[in-house]
Structures are given as structure tokens and as C-alpha cells.
């Protein structure tokens, strides 16, 4: 990954102003991985989010700077994570980016890392429940995770209960 220069920061801050958080990790992805936003929102969550980790190590170095704030008193507390060990917490199924497919009681599932597009979809439902159901499968990508039969209803061959 080529670093930035001065100029290129600049401009990204500039672009970026108008954006959400999600919008302008998008924006920090593309110009760092030279990818469009488009494709890179289809990154499964975990994928984009190690990815953000390598580009604020390319930039920043391996530690980050970090602070809670206490929502009784407004204590701050001010600590560091590495990189690198935020890197290595990543669960390994989490690095694949394609779908799971399995099977039970004769019912095909197809599922898959939730991405950036399903994110801003959940974000703008005013109702949480909706916004549940877009994150439980009712997405807006055409890869949605959804369940179909193994075989069309009336094809036979089925064992269900009768």
C-alpha cells in the first residue's frame, strides 16, 4: 500500500467532510487501496475494518491512541492498543469473504459476512426492529444471506413429517 502524501491527506480530509464515519472509511480505503468505494462496501465488516488497521499503520505507526469517556461523571481515560494485536484477535473464519452454506433438516442456508452496505441500510431505519430484520438477512446486496429449499416444494424425495 503506497503511503500518502501531505497533499493527498489534505484532500482526503477535505472530501470526507460531508461524509458519515462510514462514508469516510470508504473514502480512506479507496484512495489508500486505490479500489472504488462501491466495491469496497461489499468487503465483509471484518475485512474493511483490517484493512482501515493496516492503512492507520502505514500512516500512523502500530500503536493507537485511544479514549473512553465515563457517561456518570465524564471521567476520560486516555490508553493505547497495537495494531498488530487487534489484528491477531480476529477470528480466522472472520478473513473469509465468501458465504457459509450448510444444511439442516433439509434446508439449504447460504450466509455471509454482513458489510458496509447492510450497515447504512440498518442506519437509516428510524424502527430498530427493521433495522434487525435488514441485519438478520433482509439486507439491500444481492448477497444477502437467505434460506432455500434443497429440493422444490412437490419434488419428492423429502422426508418431512407427514
Not at 91 to 105: N, T, Y
Request: proline share 6%; net charge negative.
Amino acid at each position: 500500500m503506497p503511503p500518502l502524501s501531505a497533499m493527498d491527506l489534505l484532500t482526503l480530509w477535505d472530501s470526507g467532510a460531508g461524509l458519515d464515519s462510514m462514508g469516510r472509511a470508504l473514502a480512506v480505503l479507496s484512495a489508500c487501496c486505490h479500489d472504488p468505494s462501491e466495491r469496497l462496501a461489499a468487503l465483509g465488516i471484518g475485512e474493511r475494518d483490517a484493512r482501515l488497521l493496516d492503512v492507520y499503520e502505514n500512516l500512523f505507526g502500530p500503536k493507537l491512541e485511544a479514549f473512553a469517556e465515563c457517561p456518570g461523571c465524564g471521567e476520560r481515560l486516555e490508553y493505547e492498543l497495537s495494531v498488530l494485536e487487534c489484528k491477531a484477535s480476529r477470528p480466522a473464519a472472520d478473513q473469509d469473504s465468501g458465504s457459509l452454506e450448510f444444511s439442516v433438516r433439509g434446508v439449504a442456508l447460504r450466509l455471509r459476512h454482513l458489510n458496509s452496505l447492510d450497515l447504512s441500510a440498518a442506519s437509516a431505519c428510524s424502527d430498530p426492529a427493521r433495522a434487525r430484520r435488514l441485519l438478520a438477512g433482509e439486507g439491500p446486496s444481492a448477497a444477502r444471506a437467505r434460506c432455500f429449499p434443497e429440493k422444490p416444494f412437490g419434488g419428492g424425495g423429502g422426508s418431512g413429517a407427514k
